[in-house]
């Protein structure tokens, strides 16, 4: 029912222990709000071949499936690492399934050797929706016209392609940006909840690309699901970290000569955060393993991993801050890093009563 | 065994349950072996056992020599799945196959095998527990009921409550009290096999919040046990009983297997849903149920998916053991839950109780009820929640 190869064991072990070495909080911190991404980091993932663990053989890759990376970015959640990873990850995934041969054979081996690759899906109304956008492509001669506006384009400055949704001829379209055919000015960082991630609006307006560049198909629901099921990874990663940032703050500070994790009204929670960090551990590689295996109840299984993770983490995090006290109310206590973290999650691509909805047919009006 | 091999033994097991299952008795059944309260109940669930053991499907991994099947525990496991899925009544011996069983097979001496394991098996001998006391509560370790050795007996003072069929007992695992003198309050603690049949024991049923029965309080008088009931040596009760408990709670292998209530699961309250009316129409169509069903079958969910990825080495957290210490914790918490939820569904009618006009006889309430038992019986929530913070997050003790 839960699959778990050897393969994905030792990826798990070097990812974990890299994730360790690099993870220590100062440098986390020093990385918030940061100008640029940390290139040596991202130089010894690709060097790890970590850019192409779902890129098929032929391309460079290792040709494994989308579930593979999961335990990499559960990794990275554990220690809050910043990095374009997840979404050139995604738009590798998304390149292989929906591009042509020539963008494939193109874009996927410089996406191993470590090009940047993002996407620009959501627009001003924050709708999770992704084929509710208003973006328009407008085809003259073999040149595409875009007009309208992105939001949360992660590390968009320093990517080398942009796969954006737009309509064209009322349909909803993905096409592949070049970062040389966006007009200096176009893009503006957006201040986010989470610092940890470099957050662009892009705006469209009087960016022209090649027809060519329309990928051949535009299937939203598997980026969708796909984005999820990282997002997934990194929320069962983050449960462990911000856990760990209580027990051990529980474990230290006395408050009327006590260990305040002594006190029932702090113990009882953090228990039902190690059990809620269980629960979602065990959803995310249940999906994981429905995803490899191309099972149809893979969309069930991540938006209930969706669901109960993103509240899962949001709480450890509210928690978190709460049980730090006055400290807690401090810029320099780690736990804010964390629940800032939890609400990036737990509002990108759907929260828990967004997806619950979702799945009230999925699971109540089946034949039983 | 090859996968093969497998998959034909469950099509086995699962037809035999479904040619073999119990017709209704015509009366109402109790829901887990906590609840037998009449001599009918329990006759009727002793038989029921008897003949699932003589088929073969309980205790097939015990050993042969003893009475057990000497077969796979994959086996068993398939036969208590298949169990579970056939509805069918439970096994009502619950403390000795679960229990008292796995920890005589685990700690006792070679002629406490020979003498209990069988029985326990078929039915012949029911088994109940005396741990907890009036005044203790969940602290077992407060245990007053005193064992004074006299000669080759012990002599037995004090009581034992929720002793579930205390009255249809024909052993207990008991904790007793040998010493108050030592360094703690557990090193004067005991752990004896007694036999309940004995002048000065005195199981007196205990009417519960339902207005049934289903377990005693046992009283001892002056009662005399042959002093080769001890099991171990003196004070080392507490050790042995927090065995037990390993097996109570589910954290380790060994139980004869076998399903030990009629659970209540989310699919039946999805069910009832489709069924019951709210505003005119099938329940399943309220935005607020379909919402908390959802809720539900998340959660449920979440339960089944830890049991098995905890199985899997590599994907255990960082608190590996959580998982196996908050079995009961989790699974006792969602019950009463959703039986309280179940209720609410009822409209109006969730006011009655189990009468011939109540939605199903009234099961849902009389299921809510006693939902508690589980709750609070074994340690209860709180106490689990204590627990789960001091053991697997390591959490300092209040």
Not at chain 1, 145 to 165: E, P, Q
């Given at each position: 029912m839960i699959k778990f190869t050897d393969e994905q064991s030792m990826l798990l072990e070097t990812a974990a222990d890299f994730c360790r070495n690099h993870g220590p909080i100062e440098k986390v911190r020093a990385s918030l709000d940061a100008d640029d991404i940390d290139r040596g980091l991202w130089q010894e993932m690709s060097d790890l071949g970590w850019l192409g663990i779902n890129v098929p053989e032929e391309y460079g890759g290792l040709g494994l499936d989308?579930?593979?990376?999961?335990?990499?970015?559960?990794?990275?959640?554990?220690?809050?690492?910043?990095?374009p990873y997840v979404s050139s990850v995604l738009v590798a995934e998304c390149l292989a399934s929906c591009g042509s041969d020539s963008q494939r054979s193109e874009w996927l081996p410089k996406i191993v050797a470590g090009t940047i690759g993002t996407f620009a899906l959501t627009e001003e109304d924050g709708s999770w929706v992704l084929d509710d956008i208003e973006a328009v492509g407008t085809v003259s001669d073999q040149?595409?016209?875009?007009?309208?506006?992105?939001?949360?384009?992660?590390?968009?400055?320093?990517?080398?392609?942009?796969?954006?949704?737009?309509?064209?001829?009322?349909?909803?379209?993905l096409v592949l940006i070049e970062r040389n055919q966006i007009p200096p000015g176009n893009l503006s960082r957006e201040v986010v909840i989470d610092q940890t991630r470099r957050s662009f609006r892009l705006n469209l307006?009087?960016?022209?690309?090649?027809?060519?560049?329309?990928?051949?198909?535009?299937?939203?629901?598997a980026i969708e699901l796909n984005s999820m099921l990282m997002l997934c990874a990194e929320m069962s990663g983050g449960l462990t970290g911000v856990l760990q940032v209580i027990v051990e703050y529980l474990n230290t500070r006395k408050a009327f000569n006590r260990l305040i994790g002594s006190y029932q009204s702090l113990k009882h929670p953090s228990a039902d955060i190690v059990l809620s960090?269980?629960?979602?551990?065990?959803?995310?590689?249940?999906?994981?393993?429905?995803?490899?295996?191309?099972?149809?109840?893979?969309?069930?299984?991540?938006?209930?991993?969706k669901a109960q993770a993103s509240e899962a983490f949001a709480f450890a995090?509210?928690?978190?801050?709460?049980?730090?006290?006055?400290?807690?109310?401090?810029?320099?206590?780690?736990?804010?890093?964390?629940?800032?973290?939890?609400?990036?999650?737990?509002?990108?691509?759907?929260?828990?009563?967004?997806?619950?909805?979702?799945?009230?047919?999925?699971?109540?009006d089946q034949a039983v | 065994m090859t996968e093969k091999e497998l998959v034909e033994f469950r099509a086995e097991v699962a037809a035999w349950f479904r040619d073999n299952a119990p017709d209704d008795p015509g009366f109402l059944l109790p829901e887990t072996f906590m609840e037998v309260g009449t001599d009918e109940q329990f006759e009727f669930l002793r038989d029921w056992q008897h003949k699932v053991y003589e088929a073969g499907y309980l205790g097939m991994a015990w050993p042969k020599e003893y009475g057990g099947g000497g077969r796979p525990q994959i086996l068993q496991d398939i036969a208590t799945q298949e169990m579970a899925k056939a509805r069918v009544p439970f096994m009502t011996n619950t403390i000795g196959l679960n229990w008292a069983g796995p920890l005589i097979l685990k700690m006792g001496r070679e002629e406490d095998k020979k003498r209990y394991i069988k029985n326990i098996l078929s039915a012949e001998d029911i088994w109940c527990q005396g741990f907890s006391e009036p005044d203790a509560g969940s602290d077992l370790g407060n245990s007053q009921c005193r064992a004074v050795r006299d000669g080759d007996e012990y002599v037995l003072n004090g009581s034992k409550i929720w002793t579930s069929l205390g009255t249809y007992a024909r052993h207990m695992i008991l904790l007793a009290r040998t010493s108050t003198e030592g360094s703690n309050k557990y090193a004067g603690l005991s752990y004896f096999l007694a036999p309940m049949n004995v002048p000065g024991i005195d199981p007196k049923p205990i009417q519960k919040l339902t207005g049934e029965y289903g377990f005693c309080q046992t009283y001892f008088d002056n009662a005399r046990i042959p002093a080769d009931c001890l099991m171990g040596q003196e004070g080392e009760g507490w050790n042995i009983a927090m065995v037990t408990l390993t097996f109570e709670r589910g954290a380790t292998g060994g139980q004869a297997g076998g399903i030990s209530s009629m659970e209540l699961t989310v699919n039946d309250v999805v069910e009832l849903a489709r069924r019951v009316k709210r505003n005119g129409k099938p329940a399943i169509e309220d935005p607020d149920v379909r919402r908390q069903l959802v809720n539900f079958l998340i959660e449920s969910?979440?339960?089944?998916?830890?049991?098995?990825?905890?199985?899997?080495p590599a994907l255990a957290s960082e608190w590996p053991t959580a998982v196996m210490m908050s079995g009961k914790l989790r699974a006792s918490e969602l019950n009463r839950r959703l039986s309280r939820?179940?209720?609410?569904?009822?409209?109006?009618?969730?006011?009655?109780?189990?009468?011939?006009?109540?939605?199903?006889?009234?099961?849902?309430?009389?299921?809510?009820?006693?939902?508690?038992?589980?709750?609070?019986?074994?340690?209860?929530?709180?106490?689990?929640?204590?627990?789960i913070g001091e053991r697997v997050l390591g959490l300092p003790k209040d």
């Open positions: 989308i579930s593979s990376i999961v335990p990499v970015v559960e990794s990275m959640g554990r220690y809050l690492l910043g990095s040149t595409l016209h875009l007009t309208g506006t992105k939001m949360f384009v992660t590390d968009a400055d320093v990517a080398d392609l942009i796969i954006a949704s737009v309509k064209i001829d009322g349909a909803v379209r307006d009087g960016i022209e690309i090649s027809a060519s560049q329309v990928l051949a198909g535009s299937d939203l629901k960090l269980e629960a979602a551990k065990s959803h995310l590689y249940y999906a994981a393993t429905l995803v490899s295996d191309g099972d149809d109840n893979a969309e069930t299984a991540i938006r209930m991993a995090g509210d928690r978190a801050v709460q049980f730090h006290g006055g400290f807690g109310f401090t810029f320099e206590c780690d736990a804010q890093l964390f629940l800032r973290r939890a609400l990036w999650c737990q509002y990108q691509h759907g929260d828990e009563n967004y997806h619950c909805r979702l799945l009230e047919p999925l699971l109540l | 969910k979440s339960n089944r998916l830890m049991g098995v990825r905890s199985t899997i939820f179940a209720l609410s569904m009822l409209g109006a009618n969730a006011a009655r109780f189990v009468s011939d006009e109540a939605t199903d006889g009234g099961k849902w309430q009389r299921g809510y009820f006693n939902a508690f038992s589980a709750t609070i019986g074994g340690g209860t929530s709180q106490i689990q929640k204590n627990i």
